[in-house]
């Protein structure tokens, strides 16, 4: 096992140029619930049996009030960004106005990054739909789409310059799939009529953003965050790869193809009829809209075989596996990068997100988490492999800032390389964290 990350002597990913940063999402740090209106996952976390510790993002981190003592904490770990996102439901009323007081909060972090010049990457949208927005069918509802953009075009204007680089969407893959069809995140909605449909609201929410963006923010980095899962056969059987690679034009092709092709794989084709999006003339080209960045993230890989009912079935993971199951496999990070760079005329890349769940114990004040540490070791050098064969990444975010709530499956998987203790709300910076500064700080 590593203790250490390091890289070898020759990588980009040990210039000045290259950007380390943390990352973290609205919901799953803030709290300050009474200060927005209520979001999908307010409701979602109140009806029983959808997270695993009961738990919900009232408190989370508290750092809707913490924020200053945190802004300290990401400038102590030397890192050069900082990812968040924000409350949709925070800054936009309900009749589409900007909400100041929820501006405000967000300005003022903004600017205390910008005096500790850390450059902010601001995530639009990650997963915290206004309730009062699903009310009227969520991302079911084309309309979504637009209040999207008005969202978009209103914030932007008041953010000015303060953002170095905007994503519309985080994983719009989760949004959809996990959200409209297979029902494990907020909404909770279940049926394969469903997750195409809101896939393209989602997109084509994204694309009209992107408008916005482009118009009123020429100057940042306008982009979106995909997560992949890349794809693997079980076997070389012709069965098994054939599921293999519809299991990935389902999953991962779906959210990117549109973007640089202006189309949806091919496997639409096969898909029953009512589970097809709703696509309006004019709406590919929106999709397609030209981005300055790629935003990746990944974690983990799945495997996958033939089966008589369905298009494919995923197999459990082998080991070695984090504490969240998913195994731990950094080739399929290489593989990834290398194989989207042979697919599309893909922008500069940021990996948005990665890291891992472990098992994490508080003794004597430190938490020696030398097998995440290992992660991102094996995972930094998975994306600097990429880079040797010709991929163009140009940042890199751990997955998270620290512990925060892991929706499902609340606050029991820590993701952290900052600890929180939820009682004291006291942040203990990890081994990992540690390690991930020393690397930064020593380039
Ligand atoms: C994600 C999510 C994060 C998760 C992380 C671990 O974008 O998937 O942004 O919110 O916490 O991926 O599951």
Known sequence: MTVKLTLPAQSKMLSKDFIYGVATASFQIEGGKDARL???????CNTPNKIIDGSNGEVACDHFNLWQDDVELIDSLGVDAYRLSISWP???????????????????????????NIKAFVTLYHWDLPQHLEDKGG??????????????????????????????LNE???????????????????????????????????????????????????????N???????SDSAADIKATSFADDYFNQWYIKPLFDGDYPEIMAELPKENHPEILEGDMAIISHHIDFLGVNFYTRAIYRADAEEHFLQIKPPAPRTDIGWEIYPKAFTEL??????????????????????????????INDLD????????????????????????????????????????LKRFGIVYVDYDSQVRTIKASGLAYKALITNR
């Not at 997750?195 to 989602?202: E, I, P, R, S």
């Not at 922008?347 to 890291?355: F, H, R």
Request: aromatic fraction near 14%; glycine fraction near 8%; charge should be negative.
């Open 38 to 44: 209520p979001c999908i996952w307010d409701t979602f």
């Open 90 to 116: 925070r800054v936009i009323t309900e009749s589409g106005e900007l909400n100041q007081a929820g501006v405000n909060y967000y300005l003022n972090i903004l600017d205390r990054l910008k005096s500790k």
């Open 372 to 411: 995440r540490i290992d992660y991102y070791h094996n995972h930094l050098n998975a994306v600097n492999d990429a880079i040797v064969q010709g991929v163009q990444v140009n940042g890199y975010f751990a997955w998270s800032l620290m512990d925060n709530f892991e929706w499902a499956e609340g606050y």
């Open 172 to 226: 719009p893959f989760c949004s959809a799939f996990l959200g409209y069809e297979a029902g494990v995140h907020a909404p909770g909605i279940v049926g394969k009529e469903f997750g195409k449909k809101a896939a393209h609201h989602l997109l084509l929410a994204h694309g009209l953003a992107m408008q916005v963006l482009a118009k009123n923010s020429p100057s940042s980095q306008n982009g979106i965050v995909l």
């Open 337 to 366: 990068l290398v194989s989207l760079n042979d697919k599309y005329v893909l922008p500069p890349v940021y990996i948005t997100e990665n890291g891992a769940a472990m098992a994490d114990k508080l003794v004597d004040g430190v």
């Open 228 to 234: 992949f899962t890349p794809c693997y056969p079980e």
């Open 139 to 168: 991302w079911l509802n084309r309309e979504t789409a637009y209040k999207f953009q008005n969202y978009a075009d209103l914030i932007s204007k008041v953010f000015g310059d303060r953002v170095y680089a905007y994503a519309t």
